[in-house]
Every structure is written in C-alpha cells, then in structure tokens.
C-alpha cells in the first residue's frame, strides 16, 4: 500500500467516524427528550421508524445513481451537509413537525452511507472485501459509541439540546474535511458505469437477497433496542445521565470489539451462517430478558451480551451483500441492501412503540426477540440447503471426472 492510499483510508476513517458520531450523538436522549416534551409513544416510535422509512426509497435509487456516475464522492459530502441540517432542524421551536423532519433528514443522511462502503472497498484489492467491511462497521461502531457516550453526559451537564449542537459542528467539521477526500482514481478508471440492463442480475443475486431478508430482522431488533427504546427502559429503572452512559458503553463496546474480531476469529472456526446464527440466537435471548430486567445491573448484562451477538452478524452480513456483485455493480446492490434493511429500522420501533403503548415497554422487546428467533430460523434453514447442495457437488465430481 503506498503513501498516499495510506493517507486516504486515515483521512476516510476520521470523516466516517465524525459521520456516525454526528448522527448518534442524540439518540440514546432523543425517546426521552421526545417523551419530556410531551409526545405519545405511538408517536415516539413514528420518529424513531422515519428514519428508516426515508431510506427505504433513496437508498437504492442512490446506489444506482452512484454507479452511473462512477462516483461516490459528492454523496459522502451530502451525507456531511444532511447531518448537519438534521440536528439543526431537532432545535428550531417545539412543534411536532420538527423533529419529526430532523429525523426524516437523518435517513437521508444514512441513505448516503451506501457511497461510504463502496468507496472504502474499492481502496482494497480483489478478495479483500470482508476485511474492508469488518474495517468500516469499526469505524460505524466507534462513531455511534462516541456520539452515544457524549449524549448523557451533554444532557446532564448542559441542556437537552446539546448534543443536537454539538452535532451540527461535528458535521460542519466532517464536511470540510470530505472535501479533501479522493477516489481511487485507477480502480475508477478500470470499470465501467453501471448499466440499467445490469440492475436486474444484481437484485436476483441469491446471497444478497438471503442477507437483506437477514439484515431487516437484525435491524428491527436493533431499532427497537439500543437505538430505540433502551433508554426509556433505562430511565424507568431509575437510570440518569451518568447511567444512560454506562448502558450505551456496555452494548458499544462489545459490538465494536465483535466487529473487528468476527471476520478474524469466528468466521474461520465457525463458517459465516454458523456466527450469524449464533449472534442471532444470543441476540433474540437477550432482547427478550430486557423485558424483565428489574434492576440496573441485568439491564446493563443484556446490553453486553446483545451488543456482542449483534457484532457477530452484522458485519457480516454487510460482506456478503457485496460478495458475489462485480465491481461496477457494487453501489446499486449496497443501496439494494440497504434500501431493504432500512425496512426493519422503520417498522421495528413503529410496531414496537404500538405495542409498548399497550403493553408496556416488555411488548416492544418480546417482540424483538421473535425477530431475532425467526432469523435464526432462516440462517439454519439456509444453512443446511448450502451444506445439501456441497454435498451433491462433491458426489457428482467423481463420477463426472
């Protein structure tokens, strides 16, 4: 790797960072920010689902877009200025439109997120995807940790809208710094845009279309839970500033460590549908003891345990996506990708807040757990059709040589 690819993959890694932190830095008080002000948990959980109901219709359209261009660049820097408008709009006057917006604008902000993968790919060689993509949802990780981790404490030391602030200059910091990022010009240069013509093999692609399916419960799991309702179940067990921090380090850090090992340690030993699995079951068990956690200290386990098992098959996942995709057709399967997945980070806090209105916040986690339980299903369903298929090609090889 020469200097100036090594000087790119840093500079990347500080933008993406700054990206995630931008957008995360107000989630874990936004359930109680928005409940303080008044607004019902049906209504709660629609903010928390626009989010991923915006990036169900400009994900893929982006990645498409992208492709036919044969850039990625100027949708980093869109990512950047959307950010930035999101927290603005979370402090303008109190009514229910606003942050309902800012949230809308944080899924177009995540939409972008499409151009990150391809662009930090295309930075490795061929057959190097798994360890780009175990890389980047590190760097994912460590964004949203640190955001997570300043939110409380911005919250209890200032004011409820500081970590809004502080994420409108994160992003105006980010966006100066994306201006200095360069494609890899040569691998550029080698591929040719995306085709329409194209579009239909990359979106009958099995692999992809498997981990979407995946992906969509694993993220109606993760929307319901940390990034949903956690922290009003924090906050219910008594949880203050200092508390909410300590919840969102004890399901980050696990998950980053998970991220960067997973490829490295568990994949070799286990195969890729045998970790998925496992995050899944674990996962789905630990969602499901949220909803009786009765004190701090079992809340903050099911945080560890569950931020580790979700470390295990997301990364993953996001790999295979673009596994058996040619290069020129990588940003319209990651936007396809993520465009599906975006579905289960809509209607898994929505049906969750429905339920947690009725029910209490127990019926949003039992609910996340069967999501959980139904993809390990499918990963062990799938898991021997493969095991099948290798079989039969092994004992028609011989008869056939």
């Known amino acids: ?76 820097v869109l990512g950047m200025v959307t ?78 809208t500081a970590p809004f602030v502080l994420g409108a200059v994160i992003a105006g910091i980010g966006l100066l710094l994306a201006l200095a990022l360069k494609e890899p010009r040569e691998r550029r240069r080698e591929q040719p845009g995306m085709s329409f013509a194209m579009i239909k093999n990359v979106v009958r692609t099995k692999t992809l279309i498997q981990v979407s399916l995946l992906s969509i419960l694993a993220h109606g799991v993760l929307f319901i839970t940390m990034f949903g309702f956690t922290p009003l179940k924090a906050e219910e067990i008594g949880a203050d500033g200092l508390g909410l921090t300590v919840v969102v380090f004890a399901f980050m850090l696990p998950h980053a ?38 004190s701090f200290g079992m809340l903050v386990a099911t945080q560890a345990l569950n931020g580790f098992a979700q470390g295990l098959h ?29 579905i289960g980070m809509f209607s898994g806090p929505f049906l969750a807040g429905w339920l947690n209105d009725n029910w209490g916040l127990g019926g949003g986690f039992l609910f996340g757990a069967l999501l959980g339980a139904a993809a390990a299903i499918l990963v062990w369903k799938w898991a021997r059709q493969e095991s099948k298929a290798s079989m039969t090609e092994e004992t028609k090889t011989p008869r056939e040589a």
């Open 314 to 342: 997301l990364p993953l996942l996001l790999g295979l996506a673009i596994r058996d995709v040619e290069p020129a057709g990588r940003a319209t399967a990651m936007g396809l990708y993520q465009a599906l997945y975006a």
């Open 1 to 76: 790797m020469d200097r100036s690819t090594f000087a790119q993959r840093l500079l990347f890694t500080v933008i993406t960072v700054m990206y995630w932190t931008s957008m995360y830095v107000y989630v874990p008080t936004l359930s109680p920010y928005l409940s303080g002000r008044g607004f019902s948990l049906p209504f709660i959980g629609i903010v928390l689902g626009s989010y991923g109901f915006v990036q169900m219709f400009v994900r893929f359209p982006l990645g498409i877009l992208s492709d036919r261009l044969g850039a990625r660049k100027p949708f980093i």
């Open 83 to 160: 950010a930035g408008l999101s927290c603005l709009l979370f402090l303008l006057p109190h009514l229910w439109i606003w942050p309902l917006a800012g949230r809308l604008m944080a899924g177009v902000c995540a939409s972008t997120w499409v151009a990150f993968t391809v662009l930090y790919a295309g930075y490795f060689g061929a057959g190097q995807t798994g360890r780009a993509m175990g890389n980047i949802s590190v760097m994912t990780v460590s964004g949203q940790m640190i955001g997570m981790l300043f939110s409380g404490w911005l919250t209890e030391g200032f004011s409820d």
């Open 257 to 294: 460590f998970a991220s960067l090992v997973t490829a490295r340690w568990f994949t070799p030993r286990f195969g890729s549908w045998g970790t998925i699995g496992t995050g899944f079951i674990v996962s789905a068990i630990c969602t499901g003891a949220m909803a009786y956690a009765d």
